[in-house]
């Protein structure tokens, strides 16, 4: 079957560190992608990981082990704006299977 | 990066009308795809839109139900047929884009808003 699981929720402060873990078993695989949705608008592409390590973009940075079918976002120096849905997909053959997705909240 | 827009991006629909959304890309892509995301849900995905043929269904999902059409690499449509209140949800187009640079990314478009009453 296919299962990917992620927290349902986090809670962070303004200013720190925090790391959404992915976990996923699917029948294909062909990278895995991280979205940001904030309430009330569509997703917005963060990373794409097709090779195991760590790729890194600004305060984003995501980690994949293709052989452990695990994936975290690491989000740095978090700001307000940062309150969002983060949600984990892995693409077969560019068909998304999504989970269900890690409501963020930052703290002042 | 490619530029998808939706049309409508809100509308409240009657209980059995059927409304068709639009799905236009700057650029052709191969691959167009179709999801659903239920209130409070995360996205599922409805169907893989062809470019010449019949669209590819995910299993709880039937043509009769959700018409797509894909009539060139640019554009597609998807309809929801018979709406009831379970349809209502936020409908999204996604397109897989190969960077001139090297690489893939999976793009939204900006979703399309429904609310049947």
């Known amino acids: 079957g296919q299962n990917i699981d992620q927290p349902t929720e986090m809670t962070a402060t303004e200013g720190a560190i925090v790391q959404i873990n992915c976990t996923y078993q699917?029948?294909?695989?062909?990278?895995l992608f991280w979205y940001q949705q904030h309430a009330g608008e569509a997703p917005t592409f963060l990373s794409y990981?097709?090779?195991?390590g760590l790729e890194e973009k600004g305060r984003f940075s995501s980690f994949l082990s293709r052989s452990k079918g695990y994936s975290y976002l690491l989000l740095k120096e978090l700001q307000m704006k940062d309150s969002a849905s983060y949600l984990c997909?892995?693409?077969?053959?560019?068909?998304?299977?999504f989970g269900q997705g890690t409501t963020l909240q930052v703290k002042p | 990066s490619a530029v998808i827009s939706q049309k409508p991006s809100r509308d409240i629909c009657q209980r059995g009308t059927s409304l068709t959304i639009q799905c236009q890309v700057d650029?052709?892509?191969?691959?167009m795809f179709w999801y659903r995301q239920q209130p409070g849900q995360s996205l599922t995905l409805i169907a893989t839109?062809?470019?010449?043929?019949?669209?590819?269904?995910e299993s709880g999902f039937v043509i009769d139900k959700f018409p797509i059409s894909r009539p060139n690499l640019t554009f597609s449509t998807l309809t929801v047929s018979n709406m009831s209140p379970e349809d209502s949800s936020i409908y999204l187009c996604?397109?897989?884009?190969?960077?001139?640079?090297?690489?893939?990314?999976?793009?939204f478009g900006e979703g399309s808003w429904l609310t049947v009453v």
């Open positions: 839109a062809n470019q010449g043929s019949e669209a590819t269904y």
């Open positions: 996604s397109v897989w884009f190969t960077n001139p640079g090297g690489g893939n990314t999976i793009y």
């Open positions: 650029s052709q892509v191969t691959m």
């Open positions: 699917t029948s294909g695989f062909n990278g």
């Open positions: 997909a892995v693409s077969n053959t560019g068909k998304l299977i």
């Open positions: 990981n097709v090779l195991d």
